[in-house]
Structures are given as C-alpha cells and as structure tokens.
C-alpha cells in the first residue's frame, strides 16, 4: 500500500478546519440557525460564535462530526459534510499551498501532479488523521488510507460516513490534478472494515 505515515497516537489532535469549515458549510447550506442543539450535543457549543483557530482535540472533533451525522442522516448529512470538505480545501489552496507550486502542478501531466500532491498531503496526514494511521499510493488510481480514524471511532453505519475527507481529497486533486477527478470511499470503518479507503480517479 505504498509509503505509510504513522501519527502519534499522544498527539490525538486534528486541524481546525474540520470544524471552522463545518461552521461554514452549516451557513453556507442555511443549517445554522438549527446547529445550536448539535453542537451542545458533541458539547462544544461556543464553537458555533468562537471556532477554534489552532490544533484541537480529536475526540471533541469526532464528537462534533457524528452528532451532525446524526442529526442529518444519509444523503442531507453527506453533501453537508462534503461541503465543509470542500472549502477545507478551498481555505488550503489559498492559504497553505504556495502559488508557484500550485502553478507548476496544472502545468505538469496529470500523472506527475497527483504524486506531488499524494507526497504534500502525506506530510501533512497529522492535521486530518489525528491518532490514525494514514497510507497513500500515487498512481491511477490514487489511494488514501486511514486506519483507526478518528472521526467515525465507535461509529455503526450500513453507508461510508467520512464525506468530509473525501470532499476534501476530491476538491484538491479536482483544482491541482484534473477538473475530472472523483473521490469514492470503498470502505469505512463505520460499516466494520479495516480502514476507511478514499479511491481517486480521474
């Protein structure tokens, strides 16, 4: 399964976008005003006026993404989730990924980017994968691994819930690699498989 990244497991931390773009994909989708009682629920309720701007503990993230799961089952609660995905990675591509290496990656045949942006987004697998254990394998396709997620620990579902990094991955490699890539999680740690698997092709 190519190179692995194993994350500390006494890191037990996750970016904030998981929740700053979450906030913003609930306005954006006009979900905010009916947010207060989920976000009691997963017990960071001055999360919705205050987001967290630094590192954040993982199990107050997952708490905050299975309530919201819960509260917008199926395919309301997916496209929800892959919006805060999606301007996750929209937030990325203007604040965190240089300008001339984001030029150089559409220029390049499709092929090439993908292997630059697998080897960017391994680096930086800490952010998004907290305790878990993340491994990629560039190619067509390409494919993301996580083991012991996270964001859907504990979690039982009949469907693949982690919408929120696929939106992620697919925004990504859609804006870098090609305007046709799809993300297609194929299986999920909340559906009792091994790791929660993210195929991107193009």
Same mark, same amino acid.
């Given at each position: 399964?190519?190179?692995?990244?194993?994350?500390?497991?006494?890191?037990?931390?996750?970016?904030?976008?998981?929740?700053?773009?979450?906030?913003?994909?609930?306005?954006?989708?006009?979900?905010?005003?009916?947010?207060?009682?989920? %976000?009691?629920?997963?017990?960071?309720?001055?999360?919705?006026?205050?987001?967290?701007?630094?590192?954040?503990?993982?199990?107050?993230?997952?708490?905050?993404?299975?309530?919201?799961?819960?509260? %917008?089952?199926?395919?309301?609660?997916?496209?929800?989730?892959?919006?805060?995905?999606?301007?996750?990675?929209?937030?990325?591509?203007?604040?965190?990924?240089?300008?001339?290496?984001?030029?150089?990656?559409?220029?390049?045949?499709?092929?090439?980017?993908?292997?630059?942006?697998?080897?960017?987004?391994?680096?930086?697998?800490?952010?998004?994968?907290?305790?878990?254990? %993340?491994?990629?394998?560039?190619? #067509?396709?390409?494919?993301?691994?996580?083991?012991?997620?996270?964001?859907?620990?504990?979690?039982?579902?009949?469907?693949?819930?982690?919408?929120?990094?696929?939106?992620?991955?697919?925004?990504?490699?859609?804006?870098?690699?090609?305007?046709?890539?799809?993300?297609?999680?194929?299986?999920?740690?909340?559906?009792?498989?091994?790791?929660?698997? %993210? #195929? #991107?092709?193009?």
């Amino acid at each position: 399964m190519g190179q692995t990244a194993v994350i500390d497991h006494g890191s037990a931390t996750i970016g904030p976008n998981a929740v700053t773009q979450l906030v913003a994909a609930l306005k954006m989708d006009g979900l905010d005003r009916v947010s207060a009682p989920i %976000f009691r629920t997963a017990g960071v309720e001055t999360w919705l006026t205050d987001p967290p701007s630094a590192m954040v503990q993982e199990n107050l993230v997952a708490d905050l993404h299975q309530a919201v799961r819960a509260a %917008f089952p199926g395919v309301e609660g997916n496209s929800l989730m892959a919006d805060a995905g999606w301007l996750t990675a929209d937030y990325l591509l203007v604040n965190r990924i240089p300008r001339a290496a984001q030029v150089v990656m559409k220029l390049l045949p499709a092929v090439l980017s993908a292997r630059l942006l697998v080897s960017a987004i391994r680096s930086h697998a800490w952010t998004f994968a907290g305790s878990g254990t %993340f491994r990629a394998r560039a190619g #067509v396709p390409t494919v993301f691994e996580i083991e012991d997620n996270p964001l859907c620990r504990g979690e039982r579902a009949s469907a693949p819930v982690c919408a929120w990094h696929a939106g992620v991955f697919q925004q990504l490699f859609a804006v870098l690699v090609s305007r046709n890539a799809g993300v297609v999680e194929t299986s999920c740690e909340a559906q009792g498989d091994k790791c929660c698997r %993210f #195929v #991107v092709d193009w």
